[in-house]
Each structure stands twice: as C-alpha cells, then as structure tokens.
C-alpha cells in the first residue's frame, strides 16, 4: 500500500499549494486598498476555492492514514 500513502502526499501537497494561493489572494486584494464591497466580492470568489483546496488536503490525509493502516 505504499502506492496509497504516496498518492495521499501529493493530493495533500495539491491542496495545500491550494490555500496558500488562496491565502496569497486575498492578501493581495486586500494590499491593494480597495473598498469594502469590492474586497467583500475578492474574498466571495475565494471561498468556494478554499473549501476545495481544503477538503483535497483532507482527503490526501486520509489516504495516508489509510495507506499506513493497510500497509
């Protein structure tokens, strides 16, 4: 099962480089002085990304974790 925990790895890796360009998003659009409503409808669009992103590294840990137990 050492195919698992590897595949696991990688699908956490994915989301994690995820979150940080979620987190490099956001951060830009808020350096970038804009107004309220505008900043609110930068970080509508991120969310539904970030919840993505999230949900692939948790799954990619679950892999792990199931690799390791089977393996």
């Known amino acids: 099962m050492e195919w698992l925990i590897w595949l696991g790895a990688l699908v ?3 989301g994690l480089a995820g ?3 979620c987190i490099i ?3 830009r ?3 970038a002085g804009l107004d309220d409503e505008t900043l609110r409808a930068e970080i509508r669009k991120v969310v539904p990304l970030n919840t993505g992103a999230l ?3 948790v799954i990619g840990l679950m ?3 199931i690799g ?3 393996g």
């Open 55 to 57: 949900f692939l590294s």
């Open 63 to 65: 892999l792990v974790v």
């Open 12 to 14: 956490s890796l994915i």
């Open 25 to 27: 998003k956001v951060w």
């Open 68 to 70: 390791i137990l089977l």
């Open 19 to 21: 979150l940080v360009w």
């Open 29 to 31: 659009a808020r350096k």
